[in-house]
T-cell receptor, first 111, second 112 residues
Framework: RKEVEQDPGPFNVPEGATVAFNCTYS??????FFWYRQDCRKEPKLLMS???SGNEDGRFTAQLNRASQYISLLIRDSKLSDSATYLC????????????FGAGTRLAVHP | IAGITQAPTSQILAAGRRMTLRCTQD?????MYWYRQDLGLGLRLIHY???????GKGEVPDGYSVSRANTDDFPLTLASAVPSQTSVYFC???????????FGPGTRLTVL
């Protein structure tokens, strides 16, 4: 089993739609969680951290479910500019600064 | 410069040749990393350095070496390139406190 698993997609949604991605992780003692965004042929960029209580940043909401070992990302009112690959990222125990990246979920927002 | 720079942007290399990918950051971050990204596999850690003067092996270190002589620079060397090292290579850095990593623009390497 992969340490971090994501549905590769693609998710094809119209502008204005709400879309959600889930990600599961294998190590229950993982400590920090993030969502990164990656545009085609570009570097990953931090989108948001994921906190135990859930957190929101504008149209983006991230949630963590430790009992089920998954994190989620909800995007409301999708924009064309949201089209990208979203990477689920986990900091495993004992890894200090090491991060484990999921393979990504591709989102395509169309007019 | 601001952030992380990598050089070259892309390179085509003959198998067996030696190649060094350069990475420089100006954020004074203690920790630096090298990843490779292959289709469908996501980012995989090659080597890392928690602070200048120290390095460690990641998930896929074979065929690669690194050095960290100072805070800013973290070069990655392929001693004798093989076609399986064809990939996109990303350098990243973090200040350690909150685990967030910031990435350079990447080097696209093709080994023939």
């Amino acid at each position: 089993r992969k340490e971090v698993e994501q549905d590769p997609g693609p998710f094809n949604v119209p502008e204005g739609a709400t879309v959600a991605f889930n990600c599961t992780y294998s190590n229950s003692a993982s400590q920090s969680f993030f969502w990164y965004r990656q545009d085609c042929r570009k570097e990953p960029k931090l989108l948001m951290s994921v906190y135990s209580s859930g957190n929101e940043d504008g149209r983006f909401t991230a949630q963590l479910n430790r009992a089920s070992q998954y994190i989620s990302l909800l995007i409301r009112d999708s924009k064309l500019s949201d089209s990208a690959t979203y990477l689920c990222v986990v900091n495993p125990p004992g890894g200090y600064n090491k991060l484990i990246f999921g393979a990504g979920t591709r989102l395509a927002v169309h007019p | 410069i601001a952030g992380i720079t990598q050089a070259p942007t892309s390179q085509i290399l003959a198998a067996g040749r030696r190649m060094t990918l350069r990475c420089t950051q100006d954020m004074r971050h203690n920790a630096m990393y090298w990843y490779r990204q292959d289709l469908g596999l996501g980012l995989r850690l090659i080597h890392y350095s928690n602070t200048a003067g120290t390095t460690g092996k990641g998930e896929v270190p074979d065929g690669y070496s690194v050095s960290r002589a100072n805070t800013d620079d973290f070069p990655l060397t392929l001693a004798s390139a093989v076609p399986s090292q064809t990939s996109v290579y990303f350098c990243a850095s973090s200040d350690g406190a909150d685990r967030k990593q910031f990435f350079g623009p990447g080097t696209r390497l093709t080994v023939l």
